[in-house]
Nanobody, 125 residues
C-alpha cells in the first residue's frame, strides 16, 4: 500500500521542541512536494507547511512562521518538520501528505493525493 508514515510526535511542555519525520512506504518522494497539516479536535485540517520536491522555497502558515522549519533529505527519502517554541494551541494530530511537485495552494488538502495516518502532538504543562 502506498502511503506515508509520520513519527516523532509526543507530549512536550510549552516552549519545548519536537521534530516530526515523514517517510513513504512503497514509493519514493521524488517529484513530490510534501506538506504538513494538523487537525485539532473540532477544527478543520489546517495546512502548516510545505516543501517543493527540489527543496528551496518552503511555505508556512502564519501561525507557525519563525517557529517551525521544514526540510527534506531526498537521499534518505524523508521530510522533517522541526517545531520549536511550541504552544498549547499547536496541539493537534499532524499529518504529512504528498502532492505537487510544487507547493502552490499548499493549504488545500485537495492538492495532496497521498496521506499518512498522523502523529499526535500534545503541548501541555
Amino acid at each position: 500500500q502506498l502511503q506515508l508514515v509520520e513519527s516523532g510526535g509526543g507530549l512536550v511542555q510549552p516552549g519545548g521542541s519536537l521534530r516530526l519525520s515523514c517517510a513513504p512506504s512503497g514509493f519514493t518522494l521524488d517529484h513530490y512536494a510534501i506538506g504538513w497539516f494538523r487537525q485539532a479536535p473540532g477544527k478543520d485540517r489546517e495546512g502548516v507547511s510545505c516543501i517543493p520536491w527540489r527543496g528551496g522555497s518552503a511555505e508556512y502558515a502564519d501561525s507557525v512562521k519563525g517557529r517551525f522549519a521544514i526540510s527534506r533529505d531526498n537521499a534518505k527519502n524523508t521530510v522533517y518538520l522541526q517545531m520549536n517554541n511550541l504552544a498549547p494551541e499547536d496541539t493537534a494530530v499532524y499529518y504529512c501528505a504528498a502532492g505537487g511537485p510544487l507547493c502552490t495552494h499548499f493549504h488545500e488538502t485537495s492538492v495532496f493525493g497521498r496521506w499518512g495516518q498522523g502523529t499526535q502532538v500534545t503541548v501541555s504543562s
